[in-house]
């Protein structure tokens, strides 16, 4: 029995066992990269779990998420403060959860394919450290393979190698957003805005931030742009029930944290949104892209509650053509109202999702697909722009 070598990050590639002569098994395209510039040869998990198999475990995972997301809320209304929301929080956090049920399980399926064919008498493997836990609740920097190797039978040995931390980004900067409210603003001038108001006007809003969201006052067009800011709440939480449903020990810690960290937030964002809803006639609760935050999940899903529509819309170019659950979970089911592309996007989600609820779909065109079209009726050029079946995020390609 030969030993084995799991490689995730170039750096490990630098140090890596000593007088290794065994296989080596590149997990990620980063690794890969390393071990051809060393010119060393390697193996891939889908050389050991095929594709199409690893993708119908990826499938299979969505009725266990479904499953547990049941199993939890049921726990959670146990929670008095929590019951008195009205909100399923399991339920409203499916993305981030079907993105740990899927982190843990297919790499567990991965590393059970690769250990029954090679059968090694070590595994070398690079340590790996608890992280911090956000609302996304995905592995970031810690190895989710080391993980799932460490829930196996399985002798290890470890490399000592570390990664190299990556600069902190931020994806929203003060100067971003300010450039964000400027074309806002402009594109309400543009329309030839007055102030003109009735008396308590309803009120549409826009999310821009986790934190930050603007009310458009509107009687009907034309329309009067302010800033708002959520209001501040006292809110008596109380402790959680004990033993809410964990699978499997590899789950505890994040699941942990979404009980200690993600639910409280959710409880004090729909004490929020009443203190607005009480302040405010909204028309609607609108946002470009799904709910992507505890926080927002709670607005979006209390809002609807208290009898104010959620619209979403479309956001990339997959919709109705890949058959992603995905599409049903974290965008169709979480609104009343959804804004598409096309028609043949709405036909094609009602073909893969007819079998459960769906909100109501219209279609309103696409901004960035317009404006493509616009600049070429203006350059002349008659053929039409091309958007590939898998994504949107290239509309300038041409049709062959």
Known sequence: MAELWLVEHAAQVRVGP???RGPIIALSAEAMNALDT??????TPE???????HTAL???LYDQVEAYTKAFDGWAHTWPALRATGLAPARLSFYPLIQLWSAIELRRAELVAILEAERP??????PTWPEPIDHTLTFQRESAYRRVLESLDVRLAWVPCTRPRPPAKRAWTWTRLHQGFRTLRRRIHERRVTSSQTDRPSALL???TPDVAVVLRQPDPPYRWIRWAPPHVRVSIGPSPPDWPVPHPLYARRLAAFVRQSIPQMIRAAHQTDRVLAR???????SGMPPATPEFRAIAARARIQGVPFVLMQHGGSYGYLDHPIHYWNDLALCDLWLAYGEGVIEGLRRQFGHRPLPQMVAVGSSALGDRVRESTRQGDASPPWCPRSS???PSRRAP
């Open 58 to 60: 990826g499938l299979a």
């Open 38 to 43: 060393a010119g060393l040869p390697y193996r």
């Open 392 to 394: 949107s995020s290239d």
């Open 206 to 208: 826009l999310h821009v």
């Open 280 to 286: 405010e006639r909204m028309d609607i609760v609108w």
């Open 47 to 53: 050389q050991y779990l095929p594709t199409p198999q």
């Open 18 to 20: 000593p007088r290794f």
């Open 121 to 126: 008498s070590r595994v070398w493997a690079s």
